[in-house]
């Protein structure tokens, strides 16, 4: 079991945060920060939890996007996800820590391509973010 937490900003421009993997699988990828959920916590403590590991960025309040359980999602093998998103302001200094090699904003509009089905999560958290932020004014 993961939690992946995809952060986003709130300018007319959003940007999101990613990851570069520094460990297989997929080293080298762009990623959302996320990974393993420890026995002692909740999906959504570990996608806040792993999101401060891999890039500094602290985050009190995520809204869940959902579960992903695709059987060949990733190559280690059987593992389902659920996806956060978090939203701030503006960008804000990350810094690749644990095993990510790198953190960076991307805008919507130029993102790499992208590790595990983060592509199919990153499509539904568009939709999840216009949601909150746009539809909410």
């Known amino acids: 079991m993961t939690a992946d937490c995809v952060v986003m900003t709130r300018e007319a421009e959003p940007k999101v945060l990613l990851i570069e993997r520094g460990d297989e699988p997929f080293k080298g990828c762009w990623a959302f920060p996320g990974g393993f959920m420890?026995?002692?916590?909740?999906?959504?403590q570990c996608a806040i939890r792993e999101l401060e590991e891999e890039t500094g960025l602290k985050v009190s309040k995520v809204y869940q996007i959902g579960a992903y359980s695709k059987v060949d999602r990733d190559p280690r093998g059987?593992?389902?996800?659920v996806a956060y998103l978090a939203i701030i302001d503006a960008p804000i200094a990350v810094k690749?820590?644990?095993d990510a090699a790198k953190a960076q904003w991307f805008p919507l509009t130029a993102l790499p391509e992208l590790a595990f089905d983060h592509a199919d999560i990153m499509r539904y958290t568009i939709k999840k973010y216009q949601e909150i932020v746009i539809d909410k004014k």
């Open 38 to 44: 420890n026995m002692d916590e909740t999906t959504e």
């Open 78 to 81: 059987r593992t389902v996800t």
């Open 96 to 98: 690749g820590q644990d």
